[in-house]
C-alpha cells in the first residue's frame, strides 16, 4: 500500500496535472446535456472510444427525449448492440426519458437527486452530468481514478465512495473543478492497470508508489 501523499506533494501533483493539460475535458463526444447524460449511460462497462462510435450514429436518428421515446427500446437496441450491457442500457434509457419528458420538461435537472432518481444513472454517472455540464466539483471515481489515488498515495480506500470522499478531503480547492478529468486522463494514459508509464508521469516525483523505478533528477 502507498503511503498518503503530504499535502506539499499533492498540490505539487496538481499543478503538474495542470500544466500538462489546463483545460481537460471528457473524450465523450456530445453537442447538448441529453446527449452527454445518454453517453455516459452507455459509458458503463465500456470506452469511450467505443461509446462514441455507437452515438455518432445514435444521435444523428434521436437526440433527444421525445427523439429517443419515438426510437424506443428495441430501436435504441440496434445502435448500441456493440456496448456491453446494452439491454439494460436500453431499457434505462427509455425509462430515464419519460420520467425527464414528465417530471422535467425534457432538460436534464441540475441537482443531484433529481439525477440520482433516474434509471440508470448512479453516484459516478451524477458527478460526471454535474462536472461537466454544471462546473460543480464533483469527482466520479472510476476504475482509473480509483487506481491512481491508492497507486500514488493521494487518496486510499477499497470501494468507489471512499476513494471519492477522500479525494474531495485533500484535492486543493483551486484544482477540484479539474480533477476529475485529469485523473480519468492520467489513469487511462499514463498510470495504465499493467504496464504504467512511468517515464513519461509528469507527477513521478510526487508519486508514493512503492513499486514505482527511481526518477532522474
Same mark, same amino acid.
Given at each position: 500500500?502507498?503511503?498518503?501523499?503530504?499535502?506539499?506533494?499533492?498540490?505539487?501533483?496538481?499543478?503538474?496535472?495542470?500544466?500538462?493539460?489546463?483545460?481537460?475535458?471528457?473524450?465523450?463526444?456530445?453537442?447538448?446535456?441529453?446527449?452527454?447524460?445518454?453517453?455516459?449511460?452507455?459509458?458503463?462497462?465500456?470506452?469511450?472510444?467505443?461509446?462514441?462510435?455507437?452515438?455518432?450514429?445514435?444521435?444523428?436518428?434521436?437526440?433527444?427525449?421525445?427523439?429517443?421515446?419515438?426510437?424506443?427500446?428495441?430501436?435504441?437496441?440496434?445502435?448500441?448492440?456493440?456496448? =456491453?450491457? *446494452?439491454?439494460?442500457? @436500453? $431499457?434505462?434509457?427509455?425509462? /430515464?426519458?419519460?420520467?425527464?419528458?414528465?417530471?422535467? &420538461?425534457?432538460?436534464?435537472?441540475?441537482?443531484?437527486?433529481?439525477?440520482?432518481?433516474?434509471?440508470?444513472?448512479?453516484?459516478?454517472?451524477?458527478?460526471?452530468?454535474?462536472?461537466?455540464?454544471?462546473?460543480?466539483?464533483?469527482?466520479?471515481?472510476?476504475?482509473?481514478?480509483?487506481?491512481?489515488?491508492?497507486?500514488?498515495?493521494?487518496?486510499?480506500?477499497?470501494?468507489?465512495?471512499?476513494?471519492?470522499?477522500?479525494?474531495?478531503?485533500?484535492?486543493?480547492?483551486?484544482?477540484?473543478?479539474?480533477?476529475?478529468?485529469?485523473?480519468?486522463?492520467? =489513469?487511462? *494514459?499514463?498510470?495504465? @492497470? $499493467?504496464?504504467?508509464?512511468? /517515464?513519461?508521469?509528469?507527477?513521478?516525483?510526487?508519486? &508514493?508508489?512503492?513499486?514505482?523505478?527511481?526518477?532522474?533528477?
Amino acid at each position: 500500500m502507498s503511503k498518503p501523499l503530504s499535502k506539499t506533494k499533492i498540490r505539487k501533483f496538481f499543478e503538474h496535472l495542470q500544466a500538462a493539460n489546463p483545460e481537460p475535458e471528457t473524450e465523450l463526444r456530445y453537442n447538448s446535456p441529453f446527449e452527454l447524460l445518454v453517453a455516459v449511460i452507455l459509458s458503463a462497462q465500456s470506452t469511450d472510444v467505443g461509446v462514441n462510435k455507437a452515438t455518432d450514429k445514435l444521435f444523428a436518428v434521436a437526440n433527444t427525449p421525445a427523439g429517443m421515446l419515438q426510437l424506443g427500446e428495441e430501436g435504441l437496441k440496434r445502435y448500441i448492440s456493440s456496448l =456491453g450491457l *446494452y439491454n439494460n442500457k @436500453a $431499457r434505462n434509457i427509455i425509462a /430515464a426519458c419519460e420520467i425527464l419528458q414528465r417530471d422535467f &420538461n425534457g432538460e436534464v435537472p441540475r441537482e443531484r437527486k433529481a439525477l440520482e432518481s433516474l434509471p440508470g444513472v448512479g453516484r459516478k454517472t451524477a458527478n460526471v452530468v454535474l462536472n461537466v455540464l454544471f462546473d460543480q466539483p464533483t469527482v466520479a471515481v472510476d476504475t482509473h481514478i480509483f487506481r491512481v489515488a491508492n497507486r500514488t498515495g493521494l487518496a486510499s480506500g477499497k470501494t468507489p465512495r471512499q476513494v471519492e470522499d477522500g479525494l474531495m478531503r485533500v484535492i486543493p480547492k483551486a484544482y477540484l473543478r479539474h480533477a476529475h478529468h485529469w485523473l480519468v486522463l492520467h =489513469g487511462r *494514459y499514463i498510470c495504465t @492497470a $499493467r504496464k504504467p508509464k512511468c /517515464a513519461e508521469c509528469p507527477v513521478i516525483h510526487e508519486c &508514493n508508489w512503492p513499486e514505482k523505478p527511481l526518477p532522474i533528477r
